[in-house]
């Protein structure tokens, strides 16, 4: 069972790139775009968004990290994870706990995110740190074909 006593939560900055990435690629299921999460526009986002997102850090490696932005009325989480061996030990729900405090500062008032129907274990913790499910129908529209999502841990996988 990996130690959680010296788990700090800072604010993502673009040098943290390589480590998130890594951290994205061991969580089965995680669905990673192949133009948002290259380190060109993940950097952008952070600039954009400089004191919303978060990474967790144990013993030095990040275990944890959230995308959150805002586009200054509702704020959004993307990417919210953490390691397989550090999960069920609040570290999700103090980064979005973080994330959610810099939006409350910022005046925002509502925050989304989008969990796949196939992810259990997202959908799981988000039921159970009191989020709900919305009856939006969510509708997207595509301009740029080669911002392809990949999921981890399919088949198809090198």
């Known amino acids: ?31 990673i775009r192949a133009l948002d999460d290259s380190r060109e526009d993940v950097a952008r986002f952070i600039r954009r968004n400089p004191t919303t997102s978060v990474v967790a850090v144990a013993g030095g490696r990040i275990v944890g990290s959230i995308l959150c932005g805002s586009d200054g009325r509702q704020g959004a989480l993307y990417h919210v994870c953490v390691a397989r061996e550090y999960r069920r030990r609040g570290i999700g729900t103090r980064m ?50 080669d911002n392809i999502t990949r999921f981890i841990g399919d088949d198809n996988d090198d």
Do not use: H
């Not at 130690?3 to 951290?23: G, W």
């Not at 405090?101 to 925002?108: K, S």
């Not at 969990?115 to 799981?124: C, I, Q, R, S, W």
């Open 1 to 31: 069972m990996a130690d959680t006593s010296d788990i700090r939560i800072l604010p993502m900055r673009e040098e943290d790139y390589d480590a998130v990435r890594a951290l994205w690629m061991t969580i089965r299921g995680f669905g």
């Open 96 to 145: 979005v706990g973080c994330c959610m405090e810099q939006l409350r500062q910022m005046g925002i008032n509502k925050v989304s995110l989008i969990a796949f129907k196939g992810n259990d274990v997202g959908n799981a913790f988000w039921r159970q740190i009191g989020w709900k499910c919305s009856d939006v129908n969510y509708y997207e529209f595509v301009l740029n074909e």
